[in-house]
């Protein structure tokens, strides 16, 4: 008897999930294995929670939002830039600095076959060269090679390490560069299935970038920084190609204010533009999705027309080492979004849906912020700090991305 087989086939029983080894039989003895392994891998009652979470909506009615406490870069007097700057680089040069990027997205909205950061924003330099640019110009001037932690996903980590194997490592060394993968979680049809890629495969999704705590803990990363004794940890995305990820300012102000997590913002562009703005939500910082955000409270102004809520969250993010150990221990809630997945139909027929017909379940990181009754939120100039390369074209493309890096860096 096949001990494993039994017990997964008791869990799918248990929860209604039997559809799972529908194809069991057709399967090679190594296919057969992946999938029980898959399946005793999943907390079955979690998934559960979030399917009936998708069907209730997002409610704010009852709790209390109010703006969130920002300095505003451009309004420091000299003097106070060069006191935090001054704490900063100290800080940077004594190795209390660590740096990691969000790279587990595909550059399939880009009409790009691969990670997004193997995608060339110019003809010789992709977007990992351009963030690894910033790491080399700051070896220069602190005189220390910080550790960059990289975040793939299942789907792209071998061709993220071979494409920075084939570059190698853009000239950055390569024992200061650790790359680990982030976890996921099953797809579940709008009925409440979990849905299979190919008969020996459960359909699974990366679990959002909130996951990037738990998969630091689980990759040895946090206890690393402890042992190297690094106090700051600064998170940015991929896709950003003005990302000033060593940023002694940050670091001071976040220190004089004594606080463990700091963002920087840029003002949103209208009351329509699609970013998740920070906010207080019950006292505590947030940020609430555009999607989540009511139109009047989009548009509110204050008496210097400037909008209420108008600190986008740019995914720019700082973290103490106390808080990172705290949060990684910890689950963050996850949010769902509808999706359009391809799966296999109960025939065994792969079928590609036209509209959404499955759920993705992911956590964000701005929900670690819920942990803390304060935050340093550091607005910056959007012309200076954040270039989004996400769409083929119109706005946040490589084409606005380009003139932006070439306006900034005087490229002609």
């Known amino acids: 008897m096949n001990v494993k087989y039994e017990k ?14 529908k194809f069991y039989e057709e399967l090679t003895e190594s296919e057969k294995e992946n999938l ?32 969130i406490p ?42 790009h076959k691969g990670p997004k950061g193997s995608f060339y924003l110019f003809p010789n330099k992709s977007i990992f060269e351009i963030i690894c640019d910033t ?14 932690y990289i975040m793939t996903s299942k789907e792209n980590h071998e061709e993220t390490t071979l494409f920075f194997e ?44 909130g996951g990037i705590f738990e998969s630091m803990r689980r990759a040895g990363i946090i206890e690393e920084l402890q042992k190297n004794g690094v106090e700051w940890l600064f998170i940015g995305s991929v896709d950003n190609v003005l990302l000033k990820m060593v940023d002694p300012l940050l670091i001071g102000l976040t220190e004089t204010q004594k606080h463990l997590a700091a963002s920087k913002t840029v003002a949103k562009r209208n009351p329509k533009e699609k970013v998740g703005v920070f906010c207080k939500i019950n006292g505590k910082p947030n940020v609430i999705e555009y999607s989540e955000l009511p139109q ?15 600190e986008s969250h740019v995914m720019c993010n700082m973290f103490h080492i106390q808080m990172l150990q705290q949060i990684s221990k910890t689950k963050l809630p996850y949010h769902i979004a509808d999706k359009k997945a391809e799966y296999i139909n109960t025939e065994g027929n792969l079928i590609t849906p036209t509209e959404p017909n499955c759920y993705k379940f992911e956590s964000f990181i701005f929900d670690a912020f819920k942990s ?20 083929a074209e119109g706005p ?17």
């Open 8 to 21: 997964a086939k008791e869990i799918l029983e248990n929860y209604h999930q039997e559809q799972v080894l």
């Open 36 to 67: 029980l392994d898959q399946i005793l891998k999943i907390d079955f009652e979690q998934i559960l929670e979030l399917y009936h979470q998708a069907q209730q909506q997002p409610e704010l009615q009852n709790d209390k939002i109010e703006p």
């Open 70 to 111: 920002y300095v505003d870069k451009q309004k420091l007097t000299e003097e106070e830039k060069e006191k935090y700057e001054k704490i900063g680089r100290e800080k940077i040069k004594s190795g209390k600095l660590a740096v990691a990027t969000m790279a587990g997205g595909q550059g399939t909205r880009l009409g």
């Open 135 to 148: 790491l080399k110009q700051a070896q220069k001037e602190y005189g220390i090679t910080l550790n960059w």
């Open 166 to 209: 084939k570059n190698q490592y853009f000239g950055y060394p390569k024992e200061k560069i650790t790359f680990f993968t982030q976890g996921e979680l099953p797809m579940v049809s709008h009925e409440g299935k979990i849905i299979l890629s190919s008969k020996g495969t459960i359909k699974e999704a990366a679990d959002g970038n």
């Open 296 to 310: 009047e409270m989009a548009e509110l102004r204050d008496q210097n027309g400037e909008l209420y809520y108008g």
């Open 372 to 391: 803390i009754e304060e935050m340093t939120i550091l607005r910056v100039k959007r012309e200076e700090e954040f270039a989004p390369v996400k769409n």
């Open 396 to 412: 946040d493309s490589p084409e606005t991305a380009r003139k932006l890096y070439q306006d900034f860096y005087h490229i002609k």
